[in-house]
């Protein structure tokens, strides 16, 4: 257990609709970066943020956005929902934004 | 923008044989290397990272890693596989020199153990 939590571990939605994932990382940790895990792109940085403040940014789709709240805590929000959006998205924290970084297990989304 | 490469998507090896897991980094300027394992419907799990320190990396579950400038190369082996060992690999960079901490991956490596 990396003490990384993400809910949901599975989510099945339409086409067109809205997703919230969720990411508590480790005590401490103020670093939380987001990924997307598909057959055809592999593993994808989407966003940092640390301590509240986005850092980074990757490929990340207009119709996504995420914010760091905070008690740290992250939310991915995904909007008009496309087939193509069905993959895995992961959340990884660390300390600093420097330090190593931890997985959680994952969420699982699938748009039908 | 720093990448790595993973030569060959799927490797399968006998029980007891060296693991030999292949990754290629373009930079010029050395980056830090990390190797993870991902096992079928969990999250990924640091194997081992480079940082600057030591070339030759020691990480967990009897894994290691050298890391060759001169072929800009960060291979991972394991002397002895176990059936355990079977999961998908990726090796990842970040460049730390440019304020740059995400993490790039490789596009996997899947290992299969025969008995």
């Known amino acids: 257990d990396s003490g990384v939590t993400q809910t949901p571990k599975h989510l099945i939605t339409a086409t067109g609709q809205r997703v919230t994932l969720r990411c508590s990382p480790r005590s401490g940790d103020l670093s939380v970066y987001w990924y997307q895990q598909s057959l055809d792109q592999g593993l994808q940085f989407l966003i940092q943020?640390?301590?509240?403040?986005?850092?980074a940014k990757g490929n990340i789709l207009e119709r996504f956005s995420a914010q760091q709240f905070p008690d740290l805590h992250s939310e991915l929000n995904l909007s008009s929902l496309e087939l193509g959006d069905s993959a895995l998205y992961f959340c990884a924290s660390s300390v600093w934004a420097n330090t190593e970084a931890f997985f959680g297990q994952g969420t699982r989304l699938t748009v039908v | 923008a720093q990448s790595v490469t993973q030569l060959g998507s799927h490797v399968s090896v006998s029980e007891g044989a060296l693991v030999l897991l292949r990754c290629n980094y373009s930079s010029s300027v050395p980056p830090y290397l990390f190797w993870y394992v991902q096992y079928p419907n969990q999250g990924l799990q640091l194997l081992l990272k480079y940082t600057s320190a030591a070339t030759l990396v020691k990480g967990i579950n009897g894994f290691e890693a050298e890391f060759k400038k001169s072929e800009t190369s960060f291979h991972l082996t394991k002397p002895s596989a176990h059936m355990s060992d079977a999961a998908e690999y990726f090796c990842a960079v970040s460049d730390p020199h440019r304020g740059d901490y995400k993490l790039s991956f490789g596009a996997g490596t899947t290992v299969t153990v025969r008995a």
């Open positions: 943020y640390y301590n509240g403040e986005e850092r």
